[in-house]
């Protein structure tokens, strides 16, 4: 199956201020990478997507890229404010995607100090 | 639409005792998956299935059954609860072809003592 690994796993930032998380991959027929956010006590939720047929996209303040060659992809928030706090996670699907199966990473925790 | 629906909300179960866990959604979604959430391990799969009457194994299944008897609900079982089990669960689903994102129940936080 596919190996995410996700980096940092704590991430402290002031507001205002940029925050990356990055997420390696080991299976190079991934073609789909997406990331969560999972507020404190909520259900993880979609917040970007990225398909392998773009390297980077954006959404107001978060963006993804996605480098292929290298098999990592990040995220990407500018301007942070307290509402970013989360706990934030990548994934990638199991070879060819079409059971629908992710694997994710085991998480990011940022904090964004006002 | 409510979405994804989890019941309980909250369990406690004493070690031996077993339980179900049903996860419901009103999507039409074919595949469902199942996860436990544990602290610095991200969200791991038990079991999953792609449609009507069909189950997979994901990556820790040991301790856990399932069941998709219909279409918008997804069973999952404890037969002998252990301590190890205490987490979160999560249920998700998610449409066919390129609609890929999945959609999160609430959760569902047991306690096995």
């Known amino acids: 199956g596919e190996n995410v690994e996700q980096h940092p796993s704590t991430l402290s930032v002031q507001e205002g201020d940029s925050a990356v998380i990055k997420c390696t991959y080991s299976?190079?027929?991934?073609?789909?990478f997406p990331w969560y956010k999972q507020e404190l006590g909520k259900r993880p939720q979609l917040i970007i997507d990225?398909?392998?047929?773009?390297g980077e996209k954006k959404d107001q303040r978060i963006a993804v890229t996605l480098n292929k060659t290298a098999k990592h992809f990040s995220l990407h928030i500018t301007e942070t404010q307290p509402e970013d706090s989360a706990v934030y996670f990548c994934?990638?699907?199991?070879?060819?995607?079409?059971?629908?199966?992710?694997?994710f990473g085991r998480g990011t925790q940022l904090t964004v100090w006002p | 639409n409510a979405g994804v629906t989890q019941t309980p909300k909250f369990r406690v179960l004493k070690t031996g005792q077993s339980m179900t866990l049903l996860c419901a959604q009103d999507?039409?979604?074919?595949?469902m998956y199942w996860y436990r959430q544990d602290p610095g391990m991200g969200l791991r799969l038990i079991h999953y299935?792609?449609?009507?009457?069909?189950?997979a194994k994901g990556e820790v299944p040991d301790g856990y059954n399932v069941s998709r008897l219909k279409k918008q609900n997804f069973l999952l079982g404890l037969e002998s609860a252990a301590p190890s089990q205490t987490s979160v669960y999560f249920c998700?689903?998610?449409?066919?072809?390129?609609?890929?994102?999945?959609?999160f129940g609430p959760g569902t936080r047991l306690t096995v003592t």
């Open positions: 299935s792609v449609g009507e009457g069909t189950t």
């Open positions: 994934a990638a699907p199991q070879r060819g995607s079409t059971l629908g199966r992710l694997y």
């Open positions: 999507m039409n979604h074919e595949y």
């Open positions: 299976d190079s027929a991934s073609n789909y």
């Open positions: 990225i398909r392998s047929n773009v």
């Open positions: 998700a689903s998610r449409g066919t072809g390129e609609a890929y994102e999945q959609y």
